[in-house]
């Protein structure tokens, strides 16, 4: 295995376990129903980062990056439905429900949810633009096989770390289902996630 890809790993791993929204967000979603739709909150999140990688291996990015207004344009897009999701958990009942018998979104919405997040997220992309081809580890063979490798390898590693976060999650809403200020303070605490990374997405 080349040295590169041990050392992609190792970097994939600190940057995924470091607090960031999209763990935020799996935790928060994990606490808020149950571990099945932090799993699938998860899975989109992942999944959204083939297009990322896609964009990356095909040069897309770089006219992305290089055009202020289709840039602007994803990050409006990207921000506006961060905004909705925060609005709709708003609107929701006050308290949340910790049982997870109860409140519970359903795989598809919950996956939709998470891939959208993360493709509308047009700075996933510039991210990955900087950082994959630093591992490029043959620049002479097929450079768009081994973005895709990457792009794997980091799809890997973060479902692994999540499926932890949503498991454990699930684990800590046992002590915090009776206590209502508990699932007020979550309830807004997702609302802040949303606002947060739609923020995020400007700054």
């Known amino acids: 295995m080349p040295a590169e890809i041990i050392s992609f790993l190792i970097a994939s791993i600190a940057l995924t376990i470091s607090p960031g929204p999209d ?29 990322h990688t896609s964009l990356v291996a095909f040069g897309v990015s770089a006219i992305i990056k290089a055009s202020e207004n289709l840039f602007f344009i994803i990050k409006v897009a990207g921000a506006a439905y961060l905004l909705f999701l925060a609005y709709k958990v708003w609107k929701s009942n006050e308290n949340l429900d910790f049982s997870g018998k109860s409140n519970v979104s359903g795989f598809k919405k919950m996956f939709s949810r998470g891939f959208l997040m993360n493709v509308l997220n047009p700075k996933v992309t ?9 591992f490029i580890w043959s620049p002479d063979e097929n450079l768009i096989y081994q973005f895709y490798i990457l792009g794997f390898l980091f799809m890997l590693q973060a479902i692994l770390i999540f499926g ?13 289902n009776k206590n209502k ?18 923020i995020l997405i400007f700054v």
């Open 23 to 51: 763990i935020i967000y799996v935790l928060v979603q994990s606490m808020s129903t149950n571990k099945k739709d932090g799993i699938a909150v998860s899975l989109g999140l992942v999944s959204g980062i083939i297009i």
């Open 126 to 134: 510039i991210f990955f633009l900087a950082f994959f081809p630093s």
């Open 164 to 176: 932890i976060v949503a498991f454990l999650a699930e684990k800590i809403t046992r002590f915090l």
């Open 181 to 198: 200020q508990t699932q007020l303070f979550f309830k807004y605490l997702q609302i802040i996630v949303f606002l947060g990374i739609a």
